[in-house]
């Protein structure tokens, strides 16, 4: 993602315009990475699932001993307060955020009821519909729930996600495909993945080691209601190199079809292109 440059921040009651400085030194989030968020998206006038993805926010909160303060409407309202002010055909990433304050038991536990929030707003041009990338494999794999807090959207889990970024692009590739503890696939460095395979879609179960995204149930219903069988199940890199047509699922694009997996070739293919549009008049009819 290549962030932009036009940003605005609710921070302490108030919308600020630029990126505000929102922590201290010795906030908990600061030195110990109690930081959580959520990101959603605002194209062509609408902020597909935003109700989703605050309640996420929440969840994820608590997954980190975080008090959560704000609803889910509250922060609903602010988003679109903010959104207004930008142009209508403005491409924008939102960003609820929370992060715990002071310190408990020995410092490490954050303190119940002590939180910082902030909902940030910048905008991020939307990919072009013929946008696509490679995979590769990477070292690294996805945590478990015993090791890391993988049923939340945490910062303290993207400095892994970012080796294996790092790594594929190192090797002259857009993204890593990732293992989970056990050596089947799991998602993306960035984004989850589907895999077709004579008219079928598939995808890894979610367990556990991977945030199963709003975007990814979106598809999976779009598809379901298409008569396009959905199969959410486990499965290995070969699955992946007999696959005809292979494509991501996240916030910053919706859906990056997948031209490569390390020497195995992919069309941008039908069943990828009639997700896209599944998605994109399922977004418009929420208006």
Known sequence: MTMGKN????????????????????????????????????????APDLDLHCARVNRSAEALMITPTMTVEQMIEIAWEGLRRYPRDAAVYIRPMYWALDSGDLGVVPMGNATGFALCLEEVAMPAETATTTLTT???????????????????????NARMLAEARAKGYGNALVADALGNVAETATANIFMVRDGEVFTPVANGTFLAGITRARHCKNL?????????????????????????????????????FDGTHYQHGPVTKRVRELYWDWAHSRR
């Open 138 to 160: 990477t070292r690294f794999r996805r945590p478990v729930l015993e090791s890391s807090v993988t049923n939340a959207k945490a910062g303290c889990l993207y400095p892994n």
């Open 224 to 260: 379901a209601q298409e008569g396009i069988a959905v199969h959410t199940t486990v499965l290995t890199f070969d699955d992946f190199r007999s696959a005809d047509e292979v494509f991501l699922s996240g916030n910053y694009s919706k859906v990056s079809p997948v031209t490569e």
């Open 7 to 46: 940003i605005r921040t609710y921070f302490n009651g108030r919308w600020h315009d630029g990126d505000v400085a929102v922590m201290r030194a010795a906030d908990h989030g600061s030195w110990l990475g109690t930081t959580v968020f959520d990101g959603a998206r605002y194209f062509e006038g609408i």
